[in-house]
């Protein structure tokens, strides 16, 4: 079965970058560069030491982001949850968050705090939070209120009622919230750099597009498609590991 | 043991009444539950039987009047009840051990003693081997029998039942109620028990209160006598037995559509 996902895995890999191939070859436009010509840009970018350097910058206000819109979008998402008013109150901020036109927002946000790290931080927020926050508090709603009324009856306090039976009721929901917050996150770092300041590898992408070197910025959008892939992989085998399987049924089916 | 939990009634529910918006769900109902007795809540569906039992367990406050358990006034959850759910109420991501246990972790009681006495009303529900098993690996029974063991490890004197043999198969339902028999002859608890089966209610019963609905109220209190001593082989060929069930299906029959 492992060996059948991994044969897979590779065929639609070799289906995709093949297509990409052809379609470069063909080509469908002058500026749509091959699969191996961008793979060959990837790897003298590397050589060069270009790409790690470019990251530094591109992961700054992407792990301070994400790491905010965790901590505060889990925090406020058990909040909504769990109180009627304070979700009457907040829930609609985040789902106008959620539909706003970012980019129709970002020449506000540098009016408001400048072209530095600050209106970066905040592009990945406003892109990273809702997801989470609304998949949070959607969970934590969700709850089935015989468990909730199993632990009022055997006498658990409110803060053990949270902690021991909403919460990891929550929690593989709340995971879910987490990936797709991350990876809204990267579109979001990626984002505030082609549109607040080019740094990083949104330096590399505007900076090769306007020299026209179509397989540098073709192979800095690729290692970032890469990396996203990576990381919400691993998010995956940490949640695996966490829960076991055992979520998998549910107890009064 | 005090002068007040002595007393022969467990629980007193004076006058009650509980309203659900426009709904009239109890009507100023009144009734007691003997000690060391099973007392089934029997009547049509919506007749406020579950309501009834969820204010005793303190889960739903009443509009008006007074429930007391061992003499004390109920405003909330209280030691003196443990619960045992129609839906079982498991934490599906925690094994049996510790599901059984969850009542004691809820109280502050130690891991390595709550496990101890876990492990203990697990063997007495016949649950032994199965300590490590996550409840969807059970059979609907199975995990009603960790609700009942969770119930009972926290050794409170009142088990209030609601419909808890209703999601289970008729063979272990039946298996369910002899068991529910000996354990209502050997534990010293009072029982509480609510459900819409007369034959069950007849057969596990020391007393049944025959609620009618629109609004609430308790129609009639049937105490089988004849038939209790016997032994749990012949009660269902009793002929007071199959009387008593006549007899209830006549009063409720009009209310069922």
């Known amino acids: 079965m492992r060996n059948r996902t991994l044969s897979l895995k ?5 289906l995709i970058f093949g297509a990409w191939e052809v379609a470069g070859r063909v080509p469908v436009s002058f500026a749509f560069p091959t699969f191996l010509e961008s793979m060959a840009a990837l790897w003298t970018l590397t050589i060069e030491g270009t790409i790690f350097t470019a990251y530094v910058e591109t992961l700054k206000p992407l792990v301070v982001g994400v790491m905010i819109s965790a901590f505060f979008g889990i925090g406020l998402g058990v909040w909504i ?3 009627r008013k304070f979700d009457w109150f907040v829930s609609p901020i985040f789902i106008v968050m959620q539909s706003a036109p970012l980019a129709a927002l970002i020449p506000l946000l540098i009016m408001v705090y400048g072209i530095g790290l600050t209106s970066k931080v905040f592009v990945v927020c406003i892109m990273a939070m809702p997801v989470i926050v609304l ?22 306090t409110r803060r053990e009622i949270i902690m021991k039976i909403i919460m990891p009721s929550a929690s593989p929901i709340i995971f879910v919230g987490l990936r797709l917050g991350i990876s809204a996150g990267f579109i979001g770092a990626i984002l505030s750099e082609l549109k607040i300041t080019p740094t990083g590898v949104g330096d590399i992408i505007s900076y090769s597009r306007s020299i026209a070197d179509y397989p540098s910025m073709y192979a800095a959008i690729f290692s970032i498609i890469l990396l996203a892939v990576l990381f919400l992989n691993i998010l995956e ?3 695996v590991m966490i829960f076991k399987g055992i979520n998998k049924g549910l107890v009064s089916d | 043991m005090n002068a007040i939990s002595t007393s022969s009634k467990a629980v007193e529910v004076r006058n009650v009444f509980k309203n659900y918006g426009e709904v009239e769900a109890l009507q100023d109902l009144s009734l007691d539950f003997p000690r060391g007795e099973l007392t089934s809540l029997l009547g049509p569906s919506g007749c406020g039987k579950t309501t009834l039992l969820k204010i005793i367990a303190g889960l739903l406050p009443a509009d008006s009047g007074e429930v007391m358990v061992n003499g004390e006034t109920v405003t909330g959850p209280g030691p003196d009840r443990a619960f045992v759910f129609q839906d079982f109420a498991l934490l599906p991501w925690a094994s049996v051990i510790r599901n059984v246990a969850f ?5 502050g009681v130690g891991k390595s003693e709550r496990e101890a006495i876990a492990e203990k009303y697990i063997a007495d529900v016949g649950l032994d081997g199965f300590e490590l098993k996550f409840p969807h690996q059970l059979s609907g029974g199975m995990r009603q029998r960790v609700g009942l063991a969770r119930a009972l490890s926290v050794d409170a004197q009142v088990l209030l039942m609601d419909e808890p043999f209703s999601a289970v198969d008729e063979q272990t339902r039946r298996k369910f109620q002899e068991d529910l028999l000996n354990l209502v002859k050997h534990e010293n608890k009072t029982f509480l028990f609510v459900t819409h089966s007369i034959e069950e209610a007849v057969y596990v019963s020391d007393q049944i209160a025959l609620l009618l609905p629109r609004p609430s109220r308790v129609s009639e209190i049937i105490r089988p006598s004849g038939f209790r001593d016997k ?9 007071e037995y199959l009387d008593i069930v006549d007899r209830i ?9």
Request: glycine share 10%; charged share 25%.
């Open chain 1, 10 to 14: 590779i065929l639609s890999s070799v």
């Open chain 1, 81 to 83: 949850g769990l109180s």
């Open chain 1, 135 to 156: 998949n949070t508090s959607g969970a934590v709603r969700n709850t089935s209120v015989s468990i909730i009324e199993m632990g009022k009856s055997f006498l658990g």
């Open chain 1, 237 to 239: 085998r940490v949640e």
């Open chain 2, 103 to 107: 009542g004691l972790e809820l109280r």
């Open chain 2, 231 to 239: 032994g749990i082989d012949s009660i269902r060929r009793d002929s």
């Open chain 2, 249 to 257: 299906w006549d009063s409720l029959r009009t209310y069922v559509e």
